[in-house]
């Protein structure tokens, strides 16, 4: 599919989509989120795919937030809709099989915060300004922030973030857990493909299926936690990869996996 304001890349098993709207800080604005869904629906249904690096062009913002042309006509009914839009299109990249790594490349703000929460890891720039500055706004984050900054760094610091709507840098956000590593900006895509080579090098199925248990970490209590984990390690013992993963250690070898 053709799309105008996102590039989609493939490389091997890897794709790399940039949102690409330079000239508005790459916010993002209802034409965006629907080109980000059909790109998912499109890579989930490459069976070629299986990591997706999410950054945005140009070297200073990733996503600078929801439009906030399009927030501000909004009324309750638009509120609603507008919210449940942006948080169905985050869930679908939670929840999807595809591993996503935000390469946080700038401003990270708002929905942009909300988008790089809702990938499995992040990697930013050390140039990277992230934060909720919605009530500078007025509104409230609505693409689940106020639900994934809190799971990430703890209900102290969430509000201390969306309550004054400050920015931290690249250092602050990797020292409260709000992103996994920190690299020099000209480095950030580089070191995104390789973290993405060294997964892909894994067990396909072993990777989504520790996927689908940490998600459920966040979800649920640990009793029902930790039954999801017996029932998913039962179905990964099934697979032929985890046959061919404990011969090759066995044998000292390399593991060839078939992704079986
Ligand atoms: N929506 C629409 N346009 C935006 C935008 C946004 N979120 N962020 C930046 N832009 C536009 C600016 O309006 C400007 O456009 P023009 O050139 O046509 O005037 C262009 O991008 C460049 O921005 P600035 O001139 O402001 O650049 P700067 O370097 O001076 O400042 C910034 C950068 C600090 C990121 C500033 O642009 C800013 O504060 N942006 C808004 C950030 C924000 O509040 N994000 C949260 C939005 S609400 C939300 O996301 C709710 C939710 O939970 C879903």
Redesign the pocket.
């Known amino acids: 599919m053709e799309y105008k304001n996102i590039l989609v890349e493939k490389e091997g098993s890897l794709a790399v989509v940039t949102i690409n709207r330079e ?3 790459n ?1 993002l604005n209802a034409d965006i989120i629907s080109e980000l869904f059909a790109a998912w629906s499109e890579l989930e249904d490459d069976k070629e795919i299986r990591a997706v690096i999410l950054t945005g062009a140009g070297e ?2 990733f996503v ?6 399009e ?1 501000n006509k909004l009324d309750s009914i638009g509120g609603l809709e507008f919210a449940n839009r ?1 948080q169905s299109l985050f869930w679908k990249i939670e929840n999807s099989e595809l591993v996503t790594i935000a390469a946080v490349n700038g ?1 990270a ?3 942009g915060c ?1 988008l790089a929460m809702a990938c499995d890891i992040r990697l930013a720039a050390d140039t990277a300004k992230m934060g909720q ?2 009530v ?2 007025g ?1 409230i ?3 689940g ?1 106020t639900q994934r900054l809190t799971r990430l760094v703890g209900e102290g610091t969430a509000k201390l973030l969306i309550f004054t709507g400050d920015m931290v840098d690249g250092s602050e956000a990797l020292r409260i857990g709000l992103v996994d590593r920190v690299y020099p900006a000209a480095d950030l895509i580089e070191e995104a493909k390789k973290l993405a080579g060294k997964i892909l090098s894994k067990g396909p199925a072993a990777i989504t299926s520790a996927k689908r248990c940490v998600n459920m970490a966040s979800n649920s209590t640990l009793d029902s936690g930790l039954k999801f984990e017996v029932t998913e390690f039962g179905a990964i013992c099934a697979t032929e990869d985890s046959k061919e993963g404990t011969a090759a250690f066995l044998e000292k070898r390399k593991p060839d996996f078939g992704g079986k």
């Open positions: 000239k508005a800080l916010a200073k913002a600078a937030g929801a439009d906030i042309n927030l942006g401003f703000l708002g929905g909300e500055p919605e500078n706004l509104i984050p609505g693409y922030g």
